[in-house]
């Protein structure tokens, strides 16, 4: 297909964004779409997450011949003195792709795509989360020249369309920290009555508890990790995933599956569903029953359904080894970018850096200062004191600014691109 024969059109109002749900839906299905992808979530994303958020739609879409073949759904917003854009999401740590009908020509749409973006979304910098490597969009980004590279991690994929039978594919696995598939939930149903299952529309009332009891035992791991994740303490996200599981109208978007022993929540995951993969979203445990790995017996039920539905699966990002083993080593890497549009995105970008270092050289004098103070005399006492306090608060002022900057725009690690 020639863009030239293409035509480019870019929704902001909702209305005429919600009245793509039917061409929107066919590309889906006929594209392989991701559970991202979905007109369903990518509505959900802007009721629950950015429109409350005073966040602007940007939706960019092409036809041929009139008919809807490529839809990349973004956002604009205000951060202090710039423009910011991103995807439409709800701001976790889901890939950035742009769903495309590959029978029109994948690479050409998306160049084009890109370069429409770039004239008119008015946006001083884009940002673009956890991009896969090998994909098109990867290209651009890392060519722009004034791109900023942030985390880069893995994302593992497990191939099951091709797989027919689960006792077959076990064989091919090996074992998981010296378990094979099955060991573990044998070991645990010795304990007592044990229960694992995918909730099904009849437990309609039990999904808002569930998703509840899930998000409190991740920020428990969190805070025992001492990883950061402001998004479990959003009450949009938790509304997010109890509309995805169970939606007031239309067919939902993901599925639950909970793991009891004599009735005491163990473990829980949850899955969303693509056309013809489903992707992990979020899975937690209860710390004390962590020596039974309950989350692993939750994970592999995961992954037998998605096998016995013909679906490959999806694990998202991050390098825990049980992705590794159940993907069978299929690894794909991602990195993340912040881009600067123009010479106001470059300021945007360098602002965040010296705030960045401004902070770990307050912090720095700060403890120089705290130990001056502990091999001197009273003599500089004061100096010290006030010094100390001066260096806490502006590494308190700098801390504050990288906060909501991340908050708002969640990006980290900055790097510039290795060309």
Known sequence: MSPSRSQFEIVTDPDAFRALQSEWDALWSRANGRYHQAFAVCWLCWCISAKPRGRQLYCIVCREQGRLVMVWPLVTYRFLFWTLLRPLSPDTADHTSILVDEQVGNAAIIEETWRTVMRSCGAHVCDLPYVSEGSRLYDIAEKQPHAVVGERTIAAIAKLRGETDWQAFCTTLGALSGRKPGARERRLSKEGKLVVRMLSPEDTGDYAAWVDWLLARKREWIDRTGKRGDWLHSLAYRDFLVDMLDPPAGDAMARLFVVTLDGVPLAASVVGIGESCVTGLIAAFDERYSKFSPISIVIEHCVKWALEQ??????????????????????????????????????????????????????????????????????????????SVFLSRLGGLTKSHLKQWHREAPLHDHRRVER
């Open 310 to 387: 013909g679906k490959d699966l999806d694990f998202g990002v991050g390098s825990e080894s049980f992705k590794a083993y159940w993907s069978r080593d299929n690894i794909t890497r991602t990195s993340s970018f912040r881009i600067a549009i123009n010479r106001w995105g470059l300021v945007a970008i360098h602002t965040q850096d010296t705030a960045r270092s401004l902070r770990s050289r307050a912090t720095q004098l700060h403890w120089s200062l705290r130990q001056i103070k502990a091999q001197t005399g009273p003599r500089f006492k004061p100096l010290v004191q006030s010094s």
